[in-house]
């Protein structure tokens, strides 16, 4: 399980981000789709397990076998494309612009949305025998989560929307916290063992991950939830986009761009000269 030191994975943060930013609209579209689809997947599995054992926490000790496939597989979601591709920006990789960065959030944000949806359709059909009965005990559970997670804020106004966003930025700060560990080791068990750790803690303290999100609440609307699309869009979904991308750039992005890739010149110890302290002692 080769280690790779803070300096190189920083740098290759900042290469998959120019890389991404150029990939063609095909390629970034079905990495989206995909990994969309494989999050949903896990999400489901995530809360089947709860459900089923009624212990959340052996859901979330599971949930992290989704990321870690999807991102083995080279596939893209947004909140790792919200910390990575701005630092080719901040770099000033030549060709880069704001312009291109945008491009890609928008086109993964599309995949990913596809992608969760079309795992939400799936599922529903599962969960309620093709919409001949009514949900079974796992598709209740997911109108509940629905319900609770958009109407369930707006009931408390300005502190709902705060606690949304902050659940938001912590979230990412996880997430993308796992991206960067995928990049410590160059083995297969050193890169799931990284990325599993941060992803446990975001799904264990039910922190908002946009893309898991997109699975969640179109399957609760499906499945019977009491809230609206509209609901969904302004209690859960677009605040968790902003405070995603607030936390993976900055307390990610940045704090590792600013440290490990642009690092400062020592301090010099007190009382001494640069000069003199390279001199050794007689």
Same mark, same amino acid.
């Given at each position: 399980?080769?280690?790779?030191?803070? *300096?190189?994975?920083?740098?290759? $943060?900042?290469?998959?981000?120019?890389?991404?930013?150029?990939? /063609?609209?095909?390629?970034?579209?079905?990495?989206? +789709?995909?990994?969309?689809?494989?999050?949903?997947?896990?999400?489901?599995?995530?809360?089947?397990?709860?459900?089923?054992?009624?212990?959340?926490?052996?859901?979330?000790?599971?949930?992290?076998?989704?990321?870690?496939?999807? +991102?083995?597989?080279?596939?893209?979601?947004?909140?790792?494309?919200?910390?990575?591709?701005? =630092?080719?920006?901040?770099?000033?990789?030549?060709?880069?612009?704001?312009?291109?960065?945008?491009?890609? #959030?928008?086109?993964?944000?599309?995949?990913?949305?596809?992608?969760?949806? &079309?795992?939400?359709?799936?599922?529903?059909?599962?969960? &309620?025998?093709?919409?001949?009965?009514?949900?079974?005990?796992?598709?209740?559970?997911?109108?509940?989560?629905?319900? *609770?997670?958009? !109407?369930?804020?707006?009931? %408390?106004?300005?502190?709902?929307?705060?606690?949304?966003?902050?659940?938001?930025?912590?979230?990412?700060?996880?997430?993308?916290?796992?991206?960067?560990?995928? $990049?410590?080791?160059?083995?297969? /068990?050193?890169?799931?063992?990284?990325? #599993?750790?941060?992803?446990?803690?975001?799904? +264990?303290?039910?922190?908002? %991950?946009?893309?898991?999100?997109?699975? =969640?609440?179109?399957?609760?609307?499906? =499945?019977?939830?009491?809230?609206?699309?509209?609901? +969904? =869009?302004? #209690?859960?979904?677009?605040?968790? !986009?902003?405070?995603?991308?607030?936390?993976?750039?900055?307390? !990610?992005?940045?704090?590792?761009?600013? &440290? %490990?890739?642009?690092? /400062?010149?020592?301090?010099?110890?007190?009382?001494? /000269?640069?000069?003199?302290? *390279?001199?050794?002692?007689?």
């Amino acid at each position: 399980m080769a280690y790779v030191n803070p *300096s190189e994975f920083a740098a290759k $943060m900042i290469d998959a981000g120019e890389s991404k930013v150029f990939m /063609s609209t095909k390629d970034t579209l079905i990495r989206a +789709y995909m990994a969309g689809a494989i999050l949903a997947l896990a999400a489901a599995f995530a809360v089947t397990v709860a459900v089923n054992t009624g212990q959340f926490l052996i859901g979330a000790l599971l949930f992290p076998v989704g990321f870690c496939t999807l +991102y083995l597989l080279g596939f893209d979601l947004l909140t790792g494309v919200f910390t990575l591709c701005p =630092l080719a920006l901040l770099d000033k990789r030549p060709g880069v612009t704001v312009n291109g960065v945008l491009r890609n #959030w928008g086109l993964v944000f599309v995949g990913n949305f596809a992608g969760a949806f &079309t795992v939400a359709v799936f599922m529903a059909i599962i969960f &309620t025998t093709g919409f001949s009965e009514a949900p079974n005990a796992v598709g209740q559970k997911i109108g509940v989560i629905g319900e *609770s997670r958009t !109407v369930g804020y707006a009931e %408390h106004g300005f502190a709902g929307m705060l606690t949304l966003f902050v659940r938001a930025v912590m979230c990412n700060w996880m997430v993308s916290t796992g991206v960067v560990a995928a $990049m410590l080791s160059t083995s297969v /068990s050193g890169k799931v063992i990284a990325m #599993w750790m941060p992803i446990l803690i975001f799904f +264990y303290l039910g922190f908002e %991950h946009s893309i898991v999100n997109m699975f =969640l609440f179109p399957s609760g609307l499906l =499945l019977g939830g009491d809230f609206t699309v509209m609901d +969904y =869009l302004i #209690w859960n979904e677009i605040p968790t !986009v902003i405070g995603n991308l607030v936390g993976g750039l900055t307390f !990610v992005g940045a704090t590792i761009y600013a &440290t %490990h890739y642009k690092t /400062s010149p020592k301090r010099t110890p007190a009382g001494t /000269s640069t000069k003199s302290a *390279s001199v050794p002692a007689e």
